[in-house]
């Protein structure tokens, strides 16, 4: 829910905007909130999960620039890493974006100053999303997991699912008489836990070692080294690096779960790194979900006979 912890991130004048706005409308509508956009010179825009409100009010440079005061603690300089990567992870675990003048130095961004755009993501949890997957990722007569790839077009829910399925699995699922395992998460963009000063502002289990912003190849092989995970966890694999780290971890007895874009294992195969794992059988069940979120399309699993995947 909306709440002033939110409006507080806003100079005066927008924040009054959005209270009055919500005000008088439904109350539901503010659970289906999602951004909150403001662009040097044009209108201020709330996106829902349907629709948009665009209000006559011009967002000035001096707004972005107040915006971006409050969001940085008055210490912009602070979260310079941060605004490097092109986004500012605030309390809540919302992530705010921001664009403008990109300042690089050999291929390395070193600023980016001029913010013309900051978008305020709102963050949800969706608790028990992941429900419906439990079933093929669970090794129940091991008290592990099976290497799992979940596999979706943007915006379907993946990293969603991801996140609740790593707070069940850290903390315990009583009605499957599974224990906890230690899970070693690699958020790279700040997305799965949303870390605020060191503190993941999304649950995602009692057992869970999460590093971030860092690459998840190299974050992956820290947390085998150094926290001795049950399993690895990383959104949105792809590279030739995330592979190698996966093959490392998976030589190391460490399962993995993992999320990648796609929508069939054709797909899946046009990426050279992912083709390489999935014709080497690393994952024991590839999970696609639909265009609706959280839906399942269709599980596949490793039938170890014809070393092939079938569908389950």
């Known amino acids: 829910m909306i709440t002033s912890n939110l409006y507080r991130y806003f100079p005066e004048n927008i924040s009054e905007i959005i209270e009055d706005y919500f005000k008088r409308n439904d109350p539901s509508i503010y659970i289906t909130l999602e951004e909150i956009r403001l662009r040097n010179n044009k209108p201020l825009v709330l996106k829902f999960n349907k629709g948009e409100k665009v209000f006559s009010y011009i967002v000035r440079p001096e707004d972005i ?4 005061r409050i969001i940085c ?4 300089y602070s979260y310079q890493s941060q605004i490097c990567n092109g986004y500012i992870t605030v309390k809540g675990g919302h992530r705010v974006g921001v664009t403008g ?5 050999e291929e390395k961004i070193i600023n980016i ?6 978008n305020f993501r ?14 093929y990722v669970i090794d129940n007569e091991r008290n592990a997991v099976f ?4 596999v979706s077009p943007p915006g379907a829910g993946k990293t ?12 315990g699922i009583e009605e499957m008489n599974f224990y906890g395992i230690t899970v070693g998460m690699v958020d790279e963009r700040g997305e799965i836990a949303a870390m605020y000063k060191g503190m993941p502002q999304n649950d995602v289990g009692i057992r869970t070692d999460i590093l971030d912003n860092i690459p998840k190849a190299v974050g992956m092989k820290m947390l085998i080294r150094s926290m001795a995970p049950n399993v690895i966890v990383a959104d949105e694999i792809g590279s030739i690096e995330d592979v190698e780290a996966i093959c490392y971890a998976v030589c190391s007895g460490i399962k993995g779960i993992f999320t990648a874009h796609g929508g069939s294992l054709e797909d899946l195969s046009l990426n ?5 794992i999935i014709s080497n059988h690393i994952f024991e069940k590839i999970i696609f979900l639909s265009n609706r979120k959280g839906e399942i399309s269709k599980v596949y699993g490793l039938d170890k006979t014809n070393s092939d995947y079938v569908l389950v």
């Open 160 to 171: 969603t699912i991801l996140r609740d399925l790593v707070r069940r699995i850290s903390s």
């Open 122 to 135: 709102v963050a949800k949890q969706i608790i028990g999303c992941s429900n419906k997957i439990l079933k």
């Open 113 to 118: 100053n001029y913010i013309s755009s900051i």
């Open 101 to 105: 003048n990109v300042v690089m130095d």
């Open 147 to 150: 290497n799992t790839l979940i």
């Open 65 to 68: 620039a107040e915006t971006l």
């Open 73 to 76: 603690e008055n210490s912009i």
């Open 272 to 276: 050279p790194a992912l083709k390489t």
